[in-house]
């Protein structure tokens, strides 16, 4: 897995990196900037960057 997240960061270095975030109570997905989740009211927001 070192491999992985040594490319991941390199790409994510090279192109502009795309955000989602989401509840981690429902699986709701929300805006990046959002704290709350708007669908269960969860403060729980989860975020992770895609290639
Ligand atoms: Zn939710």
Redesign the pocket.
């Known amino acids: 897995m070192i491999t992985v997240s040594l490319f991941a960061s390199l790409v994510t270095r090279a192109t502009p990196e795309t955000v989602v975030a989401e ?1 981690r ?2 699986g ?1 997905s929300v805006e990046s900037d959002t704290s709350v ?1 708007g ?2 009211g ?1 403060e729980d927001i989860v975020r992770y960057s895609i290639d």
């Open positions: 509840c109570r429902c709701t989740c669908t269960c969860s």
